[in-house]
């Protein structure tokens, strides 16, 4: 069984500290995928994010930065001098790769809130 | 390029009254997906469509929910009749391919109100 712990719940910041979210993952498979998702007041997922399991690299766009790491099962995220903008509940979620009853797990979220 | 669109955005019913949602996914996505999101939750998918063909509807409570996805492009989810738990946030979204590697697009929801 696939699992995503997301464990906090909610993170307040002021604009323009950095600020990290953590997501650990459980999953019997080898291969599969990691996302990650903003869901906005205006309610719509967008995503962000999308790693496989073979490529651990960090990955850095603009202000936002995902550090994977496959040894403590954590695919955490990072945004460098927050913005008010930012604020909103932020997703991770998992898929494995293959076969054809995959389905994408979710995380319960973390809502940011960035104050000005 | 248009994303996926999905209506009504909000509706308020009465429990056991019927209600439906509609979504339109992205053109030429083949792949359709309903998720449930309660409040302080992920989305949990309900049904998932590979073109016409209902592929995985495990996670749909059969006895009052069903979806259609007529022509393989827009897709109804119905439920009736609708209980007070059944209000939360459904989610349509939509992938290109048929592969679980494709990434899923989503639709700002319809929050559902059951008084």
């Known amino acids: 069984a696939q699992k995503v712990t997301q464990a906090q719940t909610e993170i307040s910041v002021v604009e323009k500290e950095d600020v990290t979210l953590d997501c650990v993952y459980e999953?019997?498979?080898?291969?599969?995928?990691l996302f990650w998702y903003k869901q906005p007041p205006s309610g719509e997922l967008v995503f962000l994010i999308r790693r496989n399991s073979f490529d651990e690299q960090n990955e850095i766009s603009g202000r936002y930065s995902w550090n994977f790491q496959k040894s403590t099962s954590s695919f955490n995220f990072t945004i460098t001098a927050s913005q008010v903008v930012d604020s909103a509940v932020y997703f991770c979620a998992l898929n494995f790769i293959g076969g054809s009853n995959y389905k994408l797990t979710f995380g319960k979220g973390t809502l940011l809130t960035v104050n000005p | 390029e248009a994303g996926v669109v999905q209506s009504p955005r909000y509706k308020i019913i009465e429990k056991k009254q019927p209600v439906a949602f509609w979504c339109n996914p992205i053109s030429g996505h083949n792949t359709l997906y309903w998720y449930l999101q309660n409040l302080g939750q992920g989305p949990e998918l309900l049904i998932r469509?590979?073109?016409?063909?209902?592929?995985?509807d495990s996670q749909l409570p059969k006895d009052r929910f069903s979806a259609e996805r007529l022509k393989g492009v827009d897709s109804t989810l119905k439920i009736q009749p609708a209980e007070l738990g059944d209000s939360a946030v459904y989610l349509c979204?939509?992938?290109?391919?048929?592969?679980?590697?494709?990434?899923?697009?989503f639709g700002p929801g319809t929050r559902l109100t059951v008084l």
């Open positions: 999953t019997r498979d080898t291969t599969y995928y």
């Open positions: 979204a939509s992938s290109l391919g048929v592969d679980s590697t494709d990434t899923q697009y």
């Open positions: 469509y590979e073109n016409e063909e209902a592929v995985d």
